[in-house]
């Protein structure tokens, strides 16, 4: 396992460049975010998150690309370094709405659901930060959803 240093440290190198990013997260929120998650690795086709299935997990991508495949298996989008998946089961409180699929090697930070919990009970701002964040996300995500519809 790499020192989380070395985890933070990748993380912020690709958080300037990621298309959705979780843009409203403080460097400091970040070494938290890390603190608290473990580096893990998907090899090519292998699934990150299961539709139907709770994980209790999300997902930042580090490094690698992943598709995201919609129950009729329809490649919904594709997410590179800095972006985040499991994020809508996380706000639910439950099941997965998609599946996640490495499309390369992948490295990412798994953050527990808990983790995340314990996180926001200590820190609310950085909480208020996340949930932000998310939102904006997922508001730009629907945006290119409806505008490809067109």
Same mark, same amino acid.
């Given at each position: 396992m790499q020192p989380r240093d070395t985890v933070t440290d990748r993380l912020l190198s690709v958080l300037p460049t990621a298309k959705n990013r979780l843009e409203y997260l403080t460097p400091n929120d970040w070494a938290l975010l890390a603190d608290?998650?473990?580096?893990?690795?998907?090899?090519?086709?292998? =699934?990150?998150?299961?539709?139907?299935?709770? $994980?209790?997990?999300?997902? =930042?991508?580090?490094?690698? $690309?992943?598709? =995201?495949?919609?129950a009729d298996k329809a490649v919904i989008a594709t997410l590179g370094p800095g972006?985040?998946?499991?994020?809508?089961?996380? *706000?639910?409180?439950? =099941?997965a709405a998609a599946t996640? $699929?490495? $499309?390369?090697?992948?490295?990412?930070?798994?953050?527990?659901?808990?983790? *995340?919990?314990? *996180?926001?009970? *200590?820190f609310p701002h950085m909480g208020s930060r996340f949930y932000r964040s998310l939102a904006v996300n997922l508001s730009r995500r629907l945006r290119e959803q409806i505008s490809s519809k067109r």
């Open positions: 608290r998650s473990k580096l893990v690795t998907f090899t090519k086709d292998e =699934v990150l998150i299961h539709s139907g299935k709770q $994980t209790r997990t999300v997902y =930042v991508v580090v490094n690698g $690309t992943a598709r =995201v495949e919609g972006e985040v998946c499991g994020e809508m089961a996380f *706000l639910e409180n439950g =099941v996640v $699929t490495a $499309t390369n090697n992948v490295e990412a930070c798994a953050i527990e659901w808990s983790g *995340l919990n314990d *996180l926001f009970e *200590l």
